[in-house]
């Protein structure tokens, strides 16, 4: 039989021993388009085939890699344990690249649904205000993107299966496609992390663009943290298990590097903790309404003035189920109030709003009408006659002291990412290659 390629050499075979496309599918459980495929070199068989079309057509591997049968001399002269020869090596190890060309191709398609995820978390945080709805949304894409990549690293894994691989080979393809499926898994914990924040806000208010990306690295730098760590504990049970095995060399450095994210954790560790405990210390000291600013009264009346000015709260506006901004209704739509005492009986609205405050004694020393509605709280100490001075805080005052907070609690946020990427540069410096 003349010189083929691998593909015409199974066609030649195919015809010779009289089968069809379709039988030799049903034999190797592929379909005939496969097969048909493979005849045209538009593809070739995984390496796993080989042995198999080998066994159903009476040849060896190596001539079936070579595409053409030896002769008898050559069959008398290589045994078969020593039968792979330099073209049928070439070829076993084109079809290696090709088989890791493949996986690499399904990784980028896994890569890619979980930007997809990714961005449809964003479009409904940003464009419709759904908060939670987009990160459960983008979580299912992101789940779906790992899974994916465990199907597709169990069929790289397969492809190889029984194909007569010398073992070093073996071992740095499965290392390869391990990489590879690291590093898409990666991107995907990086993305949930980033998109977590979504699910501690309001479920039908979104995140503005610029708190999302400080919580979102935030959350990104914790996810790939906790990843890092379980990675750690991975890889050396896979090397334990003998799923692929390091040379002397490689085993030095794999060491050495071990050795070394463990003292960086044990590190990190330590500065996220002290950044942690400053954090908790600096938001219980100085809350929101610790440093809330106000307005100090040193007389009554001018307090009781302040008091009685007829200030409207600040207008709030509810989101509907349906994401619909609804105002509030204008006061000359809205009906009298009736007010009532604690016993149910009807009283005025002069007698619900007045106030008395009273000194350490228990005596009353300002009474006052209460219509200013954008006070939020009224702070005095009570001495014995007197509870001067009174301190008047507003809902401006509170929303400037919660903007102050909301800053702090940035700047915490961008030293803990500081301390995850300088440990992580550490180690990269450092590592042994």
Request: charged share 20%; proline share 3%.
């Amino acid at each position: 039989m003349e010189k083929k390629t691998i593909g015409g050499f199974i066609a030649a075979l195919r015809k010779a021993n009289g089968m069809t496309q379709k039988e030799l599918a049903e034999r190797l459980n592929v379909s005939d388009k496969t097969v048909s495929r493979w005849e045209r070199d538009d593809g070739a068989p995984d390496l796993a085939a080989i042995p198999a079309i080998a066994e159903i057509f009476g040849v060896t591997c190596d001539e079936l890699l070579r595409g053409e049968r030896k002769s008898p001399t050559e069959r008398a002269e290589v045994t078969e344990e020593t039968e792979t020869t330099p073209k049928a090596e070439k070829q076993r190890q084109r079809l290696l690249k090709s088989t890791l060309s493949q996986y690499k191709n399904r990784t980028y398609i896994a890569m890619g649904v979980s930007v997809i995820g990714m961005i449809v978390a964003l479009v409904c945080n940003l464009a419709f205000l759904k908060a939670i709805l987009g990160f459960f949304l983008g979580a299912i894409f992101f789940a779906a993107s790992i899974v994916c990549q465990a199907v597709f690293v169990n069929k790289a894994f397969f492809s190889v299966e029984d194909a007569g691989l010398d073992a070093d080979v073996l071992s740095d393809y499965k290392r390869k496609v391990i990489g590879l499926a690291e590093k898409s898994i990666g991107l995907t914990v990086a993305f949930i992390g980033f998109t977590f924040p979504l699910i501690l806000v309001d479920a039908y208010m979104g995140l503005g663009s610029d708190s999302l990306l400080i919580w979102g690295a935030m959350g990104a730098a914790a996810f790939l943290l906790i990843y890092a760590i379980v990675l750690y504990f991975l890889n050396a049970a896979l090397l334990k298990k003998g799923t692929y095995s390091l040379s002397e060399k490689e085993s030095a450095i794999y060491q050495y590097n071990h050795k070394l994210k463990r003292t960086c954790a044990i590190v990190l560790v330590v500065l996220l903790a002290i950044t942690f405990i400053g954090h908790h210390f600096a938001t219980s000291i100085w809350g929101p309404y610790s440093i809330m600013k106000g307005t100090t009264f040193e007389d009554y009346d001018s307090f009781i003035e302040y008091m009685e000015q007829d200030v409207p709260a600040v207008p709030r506006y509810d989101v509907s189920l349906n994401g619909t901004v609804t105002a509030p209704i204008p006061e000359s739509q809205v009906g009298p109030t009736t007010y009532y005492d604690q016993y149910g009986n009807e009283i005025s609205e002069e007698e619900a709003l007045t106030r008395r405050l009273e000194d350490s004694n228990g005596n009353v020393v300002c009474e006052y009408i209460d219509r200013n509605e954008s006070v939020v709280s009224v702070q005095y100490t009570s001495n014995d006659g007197t509870i001067l001075p009174i301190t008047v805080f507003t809902e401006d005052n509170l929303l400037e002291a919660r903007q102050t907070a909301a800053v702090r609690h940035m700047l915490f946020g961008v030293v803990y990412c500081v301390e995850v990427l300088g440990t992580i540069l550490v180690y990269f410096k450092k590592r042994s290659k």
